[in-house]
């Protein structure tokens, strides 16, 4: 027609395609988490690791897991809730705490941490289909407790302890 409008004709009836409401843009999937593994142990809601209940609500729906010190070993698959499916995507993360640049891992959605020491970390996602129109960053805190040897109340013990120790020393 005049304003520019195509139409087709098929079994199921009259198709109508007005050219000038096609996006140029790209539509940029988000990432989701869809699975957290710590210490080789793949985790749901209320499970325990060591005792202590890691996700207390889906890790899609979770922004902070708190881990103890000995739960340094630590996974995460994720993927992208995108209507045109997972192909072609390329994912990258930052794990602030431990490094500063992003890090691209490509078609690869899964990031294995071991030996993280303690401290508090702040895991940032993204993902793309063309490697320059990024998602919005999907972030996960991740802190960490002290080992419990070497928080305040130990050192102080210690230096009493040796203070004891060096008086008693003729």
Known sequence: ??????????????LSLDPSRISD????????????IVNNKA???????????????TIQNTGEIE???????LSLVF?????????????????????EDWVNLGAS???SFTGLRWGDYELMLRASRNKQD?????VLQIPIDTPPWLTWTPFIS??????????LIP
């Open 109 to 111: 959605n899964q990031i």
């Open 43 to 57: 985790l749901n809601v209320g499970d325990e690791v060591d005792g202590k209940v890691i996700l207390e609500n």
């Open 134 to 138: 990024w998602s919005p960053v999907k």
């Open 158 to 167: 210690y230096i009493i302890l040796s203070l004891v120790i060096l008086l």
């Open 1 to 14: 027609d005049r304003e520019g409008t195509l139409y087709f004709g098929g079994s199921d009836g009259l």
């Open 67 to 73: 881990l103890d010190y000995s739960q340094n070993h």
């Open 79 to 99: 993927t992208v809730n995108d209507s045109l499916g997972a192909d072609n995507i390329f994912y990258s993360y930052k794990l602030k705490g431990l490094q």
């Open 25 to 36: 843009g790209i539509l940029v999937p988000e990432v989701v988490l869809t699975k957290l």
